[in-house]
């Protein structure tokens, strides 16, 4: 248990670090649900005439392991996850494909 709640305060704190948008009039908010370890960081906004709206990080806590299920980030949720001392086997690409998790370093599933 302590480890899930040390995962989700972790989670949480990547999401709320500040991920200016380049362009437009955008707002960033997070939706957090502990309850099932869902969490996003999504855009919403203009740029110019175009609506914008999006889910910028995806990530799931299932079981012992981090789910990153997106990341639209430059610099890498995983990375940023790795500086607060998450390891690598704590981690998996779940954008990856199934197939192509082995030949990372990070846990397949």
């Known amino acids: 248990m ?3 709640e040390q995962y989700r305060q972790l989670v949480q704190q990547v999401l709320h670090n500040k991920y200016k948008p380049s362009y437009g009039d955008i707002e960033q908010f997070t939706i957090v649900d502990t309850q099932n370890d ?3 960081l ?3 906004g203009w740029d110019g005439d ?3 709206f999006s889910c910028l990080i995806h990530i799931d806590i299932k ?3 981090i789910w990153i299920q997106y990341d639209g980030t430059e610099v890498g949720v995983a990375n940023e996850l790795i ?3 998450i390891p690598k086997k704590s981690i ?3 954008f990856h494909d199934p197939n192509a998790r082995k030949f990372t370093e990070f846990a397949v599933n």
């Open 83 to 85: 500086e607060l001392g």
């Open 50 to 52: 175009r609506r914008v």
């Open 42 to 44: 999504a855009t919403v």
């Open 92 to 94: 998996v690409l779940g």
């Open 2 to 4: 302590e480890q899930l």
């Open 63 to 65: 079981g012992d392991k």
């Open 38 to 40: 869902h969490y996003q």
